[in-house]
């Protein structure tokens, strides 16, 4: 059976994007060792892994929604937006998709739902490893373009840093608007 899975990444920074990936794993190769929930894992062996994936799977997509998709549908819309576009831009159609969490998107395709999917499927754990590696690059180039905020070290987290820039330099057009954090700096957008 070709299973499809899908993760997201960047659910709850104040900034960047939310992006979802999409893997069908090959069910004639050997399996990618080292799959896990990309939480889990190290840069540098998410970074290994995401190459082993792109270069071993039957398929793989990558889906966005941007900060204005993210500000003026919600996060929780904005995101299945982002998985439903991963799995439009599988090369191989599925014949089933696992999610993992509480929501599947309305797709073409029997889904399911998995809550830790990615610690328990490994065509899921290997959509994590894309989206998280994907997401992360993006903030590296945010970094180059608004350098103060650090998105480079914290990747749009809510962290010591990230807040104090925000509260000195409010928020720049990478943040989410309606994000507590973001709102409470009182700058004007």
Not at 32 to 44: E, M
Not at 68 to 85: F, G, P, V, Y
Not at 114 to 129: C, K, P, Q
Request: charged share 20%.
């Amino acid at each position: 059976m070709l299973i499809a899975g899908v993760d997201e990444a960047g659910v709850g920074p104040l900034a960047g994007p939310v992006v979802a990936g999409a893997v069908i794993l090959d069910p004639g190769k050997k399996r990618i060792k080292g799959l896990r929930d990309s939480k889990l894992l190290p840069a540098p062996a998410r970074e290994e892994l995401a190459a082993e994936i792109r270069s071993r799977a039957l398929a793989w997509a990558i889906g966005v929604s941007d900060v204005a998709e993210i500000d003026s549908l919600n996060i929780l819309h904005a995101t299945l937006l982002a998985m439903s576009r991963a799995v439009g831009g599988l090369t191989t159609a599925p014949e089933v998709v696992w999610i993992d969490g509480l929501r599947c998107p309305p797709l073409d395709y029997p889904t399911r739902a998995i809550v830790d999917g990615d610690r328990l499927i490994a065509e899921i754990a290997a959509a994590s490893i894309l989206a998280k590696t994907t997401r992360d690059a993006v903030l590296v180039d945010l970094d180059r373009s608004y350098p103060i905020y650090g998105f480079a070290r914290h990747k749009g987290y809510s962290t010591r840093e990230h807040l104090a820039a925000l509260a000195t330099h409010g928020p720049c057009p990478a943040h989410r608007r309606y994000y507590a954090p973001v709102i409470q700096t009182r700058f004007v957008f």
